[in-house]
């Protein structure tokens, strides 16, 4: 029968104050499930919303704006990640906690590690940190700037949680569960609209998108979904590092380091600085096979284009991305650049006459003025090799005499 995903909704908590309370339901379902409690979600959540209005002036195409960023915590929908991995590891008694990020996730893990009261020990590039803000890094939280390519960055954080006994985070099943609520969001303004043919975002590594379409698998695999209410996906890599672009556009099954082409000193949003997502290719490509879809890049002249007139629908339908204080650049670019690729995508004919896109804006809204940038504790470069500032790391920390007293 039609809609029987609604069954997957607690309709006490309202959509723009939670999709993770309002669709918890749906994370006990095979597939996205993770071991995670109503009691555990609101213990941890301080406000994961999304809400959706339509952005005028496309003429025989619709577009929708799904807003996963004034709602949020933190501003983007990093938030749903940190709160529900949050909720997992304050069940598991975890009290330290490391992971490296661009950005966001990291300004996302530091808010809600505070507010529930875990060590959290936070690896981001350095050219990032002028997004963040000092309120969002409470007591216990380290900020560790890196100032090294993606691959090292990440790679010292696995090293320091390896050596010093902490746990990882996010878990990859983490972040797909947490956005099968993103999925029922979806599902639920879709109902109200009449329809949703395809769904936009840009993407990094994809972990978003195909949390999004593992959920509608999972729930046609219960019965509660029908295919034809499933939307194609189209998603967007900025020019600069867009390995799953090159390799969807050709037509190979896996992403070969041919496809690894990274111009980090041309990047329209260094938050998105994943250059090589191999692992996550091989399921973003089955999805796009199964749902339908395209991959596109974009460019310095695709924002010169389309962002002027993006940014204007914005403010008449009422949005105003956040701009860097005493500046118009906006802080937050991914939505900006899902805007961008919408418009791109009806003009090369992508979105047909009589279609209803819905535009995942992820992130927009971060207001910084009036906020010191956190101080990093430590910042992390070349001039050393990755075992002594791992030892320096334990020095800054108190961390080496911790392990000596545990022995």
Known sequence: MAEQWRSLIDRRFAASQSLLLRYH??????????????????????????????LAGEGEREVIVCDESSRMFTGTYKALDACLSLALLRRAKVTRVVASSGGN???????????????????????????????????????????LPEPEIKQIARSFAERFGMAHVPDVRWRMAASAVRA?????????????????????????PAGIYQ??????????????????????QQEAN????????????????EHVRPEPDRYLEPGLYNTDPS?????????LREVGGEMLALSEEDV????????????????????????????EKTGLLTGVGVLKAIAEGQVTPGERAMLMLTGGVRELAGSAPPSPALTIDASR???????????????????????
Not at 128 to 144: C, E, P, S
């Open 304 to 331: 010169a284009r389309h962002g002027g007139p993006l940014l204007a629908r914005m403010q008449a339908a009422g949005f105003e991305f956040s701009r860097l204080p005493g500046s118009d650049e906006v802080v």
């Open 105 to 147: 996730l990291s300004a996302a893990l530091a808010a809600y590690a505070t507010r529930a009261g875990i060590e959290a020990f936070l690896f981001q590039p350095r050219r990032t940190l002028y997004k963040q803000r000092a309120d969002h890094f409470g007591a216990g939280v380290h900020l560790i700037a890196v100032d």
């Open 184 to 208: 029922m969001f979806v599902l639920e303004s879709a109902a109200a609209l009449g329809r949703i043919d395809c769904l936009a975002q840009t993407v990094c590594a994809g972990f978003g």
């Open 215 to 236: 959920c509608f698998a999972a729930l046609r695999r219960a019965g509660l979904l029908r295919r034809s209410e499933v939307p194609r996906f189209l998603g967007f």
């Open 25 to 54: 339901k749906v994370l006990a379902v095979p597939g996205p499930a993770v071991d995670v409690t109503l009691a555990d979600l609101e213990a941890c959540s301080h406000g994961e919303g999304a809400t959706t209005f339509a």
């Open 242 to 257: 867009a390995p799953i672009v090159r390799a969807w556009q050709a037509g190979e099954p896996t992403l070969g380091r």
């Open 279 to 287: 692992r996550e290719y091989a399921r973003l490509a089955a999805l």
């Open 385 to 407: 090799t990755e075992a002594d500032w791992l030892d320096e790391l334990g020095r800054t920390f108190g961390l080496a005499t911790r392990a000596r007293a545990r022995a």
